[in-house]
T-cell receptor, first 112, second 113 residues
Framework: KQEVTQIPAALSVPEGENLVLNCSFTDSAIYNLQWFRQDPGKGLTSLLLIQSSQREQTSGRLNASLDKSSGRSTLYIAASQPGDSATYLCALLSSGTYKYIFGTGTRLKVLA | KAGVTQTPRYLIKTRGQQVTLSCSPISGHRSVSWYQQTPGQGLQFLFEYFSETQRNKGNFPGRFSGRQFSNSRSEMNVSTLELGDSALYLC????????????FGPGTRLTVT
């Protein structure tokens, strides 16, 4: 059974720091992995989508990598800003079940 | 291009009642998925509809049901509401086939008293 874990559960950093969020999964049979941000009480905003055949994707200050062999994806945020404060979720599309499975999320707070 | 819309945004119901939530996908998207989000369980997959057919289903009791119309709009119904059904219900739409990207709506906050 596919399990998706995100560590740390919460993170607080000063503005300007570069930071890395982690997403681990137990089964490498995936179609893709997607990173989202969620503001309190709101829906999810898609940040980056990495297909199974890709190693990384970049958008602005965000860079996501995927290593299926180690069951790991990382989201790198450069020069963090208070506006980056949110919960970050990873989700993967399982090849076997064709279902999206979400991680537990990392709650990020960037201090001004 | 309009995003995914969900109505209503907020809902308060009493135990034992039933509720219907609505989701309109992005134009051209034919797949609609529903999720339940609670503080304790996180985001859990309810079901997915494509071309008016349920294509995939999560591990929820039969009180949770859904349907999709020919214009790809989807509704989710919960009967005999329980306190534990209080949650944020999210809908996501995507293109079909392959390895699509999901786009989420703002959610419906359901409170059961």
């Amino acid at each position: 059974k596919q399990e998706v874990t995100q560590i740390p559960a919460a993170l607080s950093v000063p503005e300007g720091e570069n930071l890395v969020l982690n997403c681990s999964f137990t089964d490498s049979a995936i179609y893709n992995l997607q990173w989202f941000r969620q503001d309190p009480g709101k829906g999810l905003t898609s940040l980056l989508l990495i297909q199974s055949s890709q190693r990384e994707q970049t958008s602005g200050r965000l860079n996501a990598s995927l290593d299926k062999s180690s069951g790991r994806s990382t989201l790198y945020i450069a020069a963090s800003q208070p506006g980056d404060s949110a919960t970050y979720l990873c989700a993967l599309l399982s090849s076997g079940t064709y279902k999206y499975i979400f991680g537990t999320g990392t709650r990020l707070k960037v201090l001004a | 291009k309009a995003g995914v819309t969900q109505t209503p945004r907020y809902l308060i119901k009493t135990r034992g009642q039933q509720v219907t939530l609505s989701c309109s996908p992005i134009s051209g998207h034919r797949s609609v998925s529903w999720y339940q989000q609670t503080p304790g369980q996180g985001l859990q997959f309810l079901f997915e509809y494509f071309s008016e057919t349920q294509r995939n289903k999560g591990n929820f009791p039969g009180r949770f049901s859904g349907r999709q119309f020919s214009n790809s709009r989807s509704e989710m119904n919960v009967s005999t509401l329980e306190l534990g059904d209080s949650a944020l219900y999210l809908c996501a739409s995507s293109l079909t086939g392959g390895s699509p990207e999901q786009y989420f709506g703002p959610g419906t906050r359901l409170t059961v008293t």
